[in-house]
């Protein structure tokens, strides 16, 4: 049966010089452990599989594409597995062509959860990587999942998101800021150069000019500038604001990131590590 697997999932036309072939991974389905349920560990198991093939560096096999191929029920007798056999899908993903296996466990922690992950070297027989991560909810889990199965795998760490747009958002509203603030104080200046003259014609009545010629200059010029300076204001708060809202707020780790939340009876250090 593993035989004709082997063969089907080996078999390819014959073609033109195709590129050097990546190396296979297995991806198993993560252990539970802590309460945590069925569901969550598949979700899980399904997004980590969705990195390690995003990432381009291996062919991925699935832990579905292994139970499609050969129904649970029947893998430890075709490999002749012991129930207690911790090697049984790692020599199952051997005979299917994967060098290395990814397997790992989600355990509940109170109100956290701990993702623990590894990859198997199975020519060698030891560990490529290995990685944990402790988060407080599963949103924590899933914005550092790329930089843990980096760990995992041994793999580069991904870029860091751009923040270019975010930048440009806020250095715009800032000059915005500053640029409406400068017209506000020049329009200022204005009006009460304005009231000061026309506190003048108390003494000197003659230096008054006519009323037009007051009402003219504030609607022509202080009142347009208030209301530029006022928008300008307005404009550069709304995009300093977008741009610290857009910010992109997962970072990657380059040390242990800890921090202490409530677990059961007590307290924990989750983050990772």
């Known amino acids: 049966m593993i035989a004709l697997v082997v063969m089907l999932l080996a078999a390819a036309p014959a073609g033109a010089e195709k ?8 991806v198993l389905h993560l252990a539970v452990a802590g309460g945590v349920e069925p569901a969550i560990a598949s979700t899980l198991t399904e997004a980590v599989t969705t990195e390690v093939a995003a990432r381009g560096l291996f062919e991925v096999i699935s832990s579905k594409d292994v139970e499609t191929l050969l129904n649970v029920e029947r893998q430890r007798e ?25 397997s790992g466990s989600v355990a ?61 958002l806020i250095g715009v509203g800032a000059a915005a800021i500053v ?53 300008a204001l307005i404009a550069g708060a709304a995009l300093v604001t977008t741009g610290i809202v857009l910010m992109p707020r997962e970072t990657q780790a380059t040390g242990p990131r800890v921090a202490l939340v409530p677990a059961g009876a007590g307290a924990a250090l989750v983050g990772s590590f």
């Open 19 to 26: 590129a050097p072939a990546k190396p296979k991974l297995i």
């Open 78 to 102: 075709l490999m002749g597995c012991s129930d207690d056999s911790a090697n049984c899908m790692t020599e199952l993903a051997g005979a299917l062509g994967a060098r290395f296996v990814l």
């Open 179 to 231: 640029g409406g603030g400068l017209v506000g104080l020049f329009a200022l200046s204005q009006e009460a150069a304005i009231n000061r003259e026309l506190s003048s014609g108390d003494t000197n009545p003659a230096a008054l000019r006519s009323r037009a010629d007051y009402r003219a200059e504030v609607d022509g010029t202080v009142r347009p500038m208030k209301t530029a300076a006022l928008v």
């Open 108 to 168: 509940r922690l109170g109100e956290a959860y701990q993702l623990n992950l590894q990859t198997m070297d199975s020519q060698k027989a030891q560990p490529l990587g290995r990685a944990t991560l402790i988060g407080k909810d599963l949103g924590v889990l899933r914005e550092q999942l790329k930089y843990v199965v980096a760990e995992a795998t041994a793999t580069p760490f991904p870029p860091p998101p751009s923040r270019v747009l975010q930048f440009s």
